[in-house]
T-cell receptor, first 114, second 114 residues
Framework: KAGVTQTPRYLIKTRGQQVTLSCSPI?????VSWYQQTPGQGLQFLFE???????NKGNFPGRFSGRQFSNSRSEMNVSTLELGDSALYLC?????????????FGPGTRLLVL | GNSVTQMEGPVTLSEEAFLTINCTYT??????LFWYVQYPGEGLQLLLK?????DKGSNKGFEATYRKETTSFHLEKGSVQVSDSAVYFC?????????????FGKGTLLTVNP
């Protein structure tokens, strides 16, 4: 099976712009989660989707949003970018999102905000 | 809330040395526990996991035992190789079904010298 794919792999944006990141989960996986990784804060949970519904959300401002499509592909959007949004954004998928399941991570999208 | 504390390192070892990376957690109930590894420029890969107390996870010579009494999940390897150089993350997901959300430690950078 193909792994989790994320596009684009690299992005450069300026403050105030918005950005959309895309994630395609492993075939058959219906749960998709997003994480932000920064040197200072480490890995932080953004949100999780299952069957097009957001089931869990981390402690991020409303500028961060996401959605999931009927084919389980997911997108996340960050509006009004700030310098502090520069990070590696990781997507992960699992079959159903059960807490004992392994999450499979994509390679990430590296976002640089200037 | 849930939290994971792991030794931050960096840890530098010679090839064939013994490795221990300590990890302790705070959570209610019986969370699932994971070790993930991140190689330079890549996403996270599952190294091993344990989903109930006293379980031992193992993979590629690495081992960790879920100790409920000490709330710990220390990672060990008897003889490290240069190829083990990476960042290692301890993580937990809460018990109680399908609200999947990983909480990570800060990560430990391991460098193995020939």
């Amino acid at each position: 099976k193909a792994g989790v794919t994320q596009t684009p792999r690299y992005l450069i944006k300026t403050r105030g712009q918005q950005v959309t990141l895309s994630c395609s989960p492993i075939s058959g996986h219906r749960s998709v989660s997003w994480y932000q990784q920064t040197p200072g804060q480490g890995l932080q949970f953004l949100f999780e989707y299952f069957s097009e519904t957001q089931r869990n959300k981390g402690n991020f401002p409303g500028r961060f949003s996401g959605r999931q499509f009927s084919n389980s592909r997911s997108e996340m959007n960050v509006s009004t970018l700030e310098l502090g949004d520069s990070a590696l954004y990781l997507c992960a998928s699992s079959p159903s999102g059960d807490s004992a399941e392994t999450q499979y991570f994509g390679p990430g999208t590296r976002l640089l905000v200037l | 809330g849930n939290s994971v504390t792991q030794m931050e390192g960096p840890v530098t070892l010679s090839e064939e040395a013994f490795l221990t990376i300590n990890c302790t957690y705070t959570a209610t109930g019986y969370p699932s526990l994971f070790w993930y590894v991140q190689y330079p420029g890549e996403g996270l890969q599952l190294l091993l996991k344990a989903t109930k107390a006293d379980d031992k996870g193992s993979n590629k010579g690495f081992e960790a035992t879920y100790r409920k009494e000490t709330t710990s999940f220390h990672l060990e390897k008897g003889s490290v190789q240069v190829s083990d150089s990476a960042v290692y993350f301890c993580a937990l997901s809460p018990s109680g079904g399908s609200n999947y959300k990983l909480t990570f430690g800060k990560g430990t950078l391991l460098t193995v010298n020939p």
